[in-house]
């Protein structure tokens, strides 16, 4: 089976278009469709066997649970056991928008779709054609990044065919994604709540709206005991086929140091591969230069990352090197992406 790509408008919303699409979910099929984050790969939330297709078609390890999508306020309460206080201002601040936020399942929500936890993650994302989608499916839809797992996550729909192409049935095409990275996770299940992976919307934020949130002790290790609360926050992922490693410190040692190192590569013979800014660009002499945004808008740094990991996979380079983007707002989520595409891999220079 190859996947349909239909092209969408998402400023014009068109409903047959969206009742096709619908109609397939409501059967048990798979369809690809973009958000504000990242492309989704969704399936009927409440139906086992769609949620086992999904982990199928991804090559996901099925204790991975898969973030359950809605369109509508009065969607969540059936579907979880008991909304907090804070959760509601959560909402009312940031739905439809870059957060997800987990809480204690009903028994409408199978074991299939959370991996067999208890608890349940859900989102409302902020996409017209997801929105409509979401409604045309009946109210409930499952969707990881539409990515085959381990890969960096989809920002376009030709990431979406690239990877899962033969295995869905058909891919929504909005263009490329406004955000680039995935949203922030919030857990609801604890005491007090608790980011589970970081996003667009940073802790600073959280904290502003409902005051005490912390971080998962296991997003904050780099040592691998304490593992992370969500299971795919443990698994290797976003990685590039060459090997990435991140060099940290001032900036002129950083160029010094990754012009160094481009220049062994070089030296055995290999292609090797560079990721810099717009401000320190022109600085590499040497390698396949990529810029991948610029340090005044941070933004343009997580919406082209996975963009950039994915066009190295074409250009058969034997290495990458990135600099560290410890950017004021994004830059733990943007940091905690690019790490993990490194499998931890830091050089430290002075
Ligand atoms: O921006 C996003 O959130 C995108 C778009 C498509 O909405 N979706 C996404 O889904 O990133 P996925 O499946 O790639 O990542 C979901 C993450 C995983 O790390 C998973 O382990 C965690 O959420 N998760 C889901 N349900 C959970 C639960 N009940 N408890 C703990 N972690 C959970
Ligand atoms: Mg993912």
Not at 56 to 83: T, Y
Not at 106 to 127: I, N, Y
Request: charged share 25%.
């Amino acid at each position: 089976m190859k996947a349909e790509i239909l092209k969408i408008n998402p400023d014009h919303i068109d409903s047959e278009q969206m009742n096709r699409a619908g109609e397939i979910l409501k059967q048990g099929g798979l369809v690809a469709f973009p958000t504000e984050t990242v492309y989704g790969l969704g399936g009927n939330a409440l139906d086992a066997q769609s949620s086992e297709k999904i982990y199928r078609a991804k090559g996901r390890p099925s204790d991975n649970p898969l973030i359950v999508h809605i369109a509508d306020m009065e969607h969540l309460f059936p579907i979880v056991e008991q909304v907090p206080q804070k959760a509601v201002r959560l909402a009312e601040k940031f739905w439809p928008g870059p957060l997800t936020m987990i809480f204690k399942k009903t028994d409408m929500v199978p074991f299939e779709t959370t991996g067999g936890l208890e608890s349940v993650a859900v989102r409302m994302p902020d996409h017209p054609t997801a929105l409509a989608l979401i409604r045309a499916a009946g109210g409930y839809v499952a969707a990881p990044s539409a990515n085959r797992s381990g890969r960096p996550s989809p920002t376009t729909a030709e990431h979406v065919a690239e990877d899962l192409g033969e295995n869905i049935d058909l891919i929504l095409d909005g263009g490329m994604v406004g955000i680039g990275i995935e949203s922030t996770i919030v857990d609801f299940t604890e005491q007090i709540p608790t980011v589970l992976r970081p996003g667009y919307i940073s802790l600073e934020m959280l904290q502003e709206c409902i005051g005490e949130v912390k971080m998962d002790k296991g997003l904050l290790a780099s040592d691998s005991k304490v593992r992370p609360k969500a299971p795919g926050m443990k698994y290797r992922h976003y990685a590039p086929k060459a090997p990435l490693s991140i060099v940290e410190g001032p900036e002129e040692c950083v160029i010094d140091k990754i012009n160094s190192l481009a220049c062994e590569v070089i030296g055995s013979g290999d292609r090797v591969g560079i990721i810099a800014t717009d401000e320190t660009f022109e600085r590499y002499p040497q390698g396949i230069v990529k810029s991948i945004g610029t340090r005044g808008e941070e933004e343009t740094i997580a919406h082209n990352l996975y963009e950039v990991l994915r066009e190295f996979d074409q250009l058969d380079v034997a290495a990458i090197y990135s600099e560290a983007f410890h950017t004021p707002k994004m830059g733990q989520a943007i940091m905690n992406r690019l790490l993990k595409a490194a499998g931890h891999t830091v050089i430290t220079v002075l």
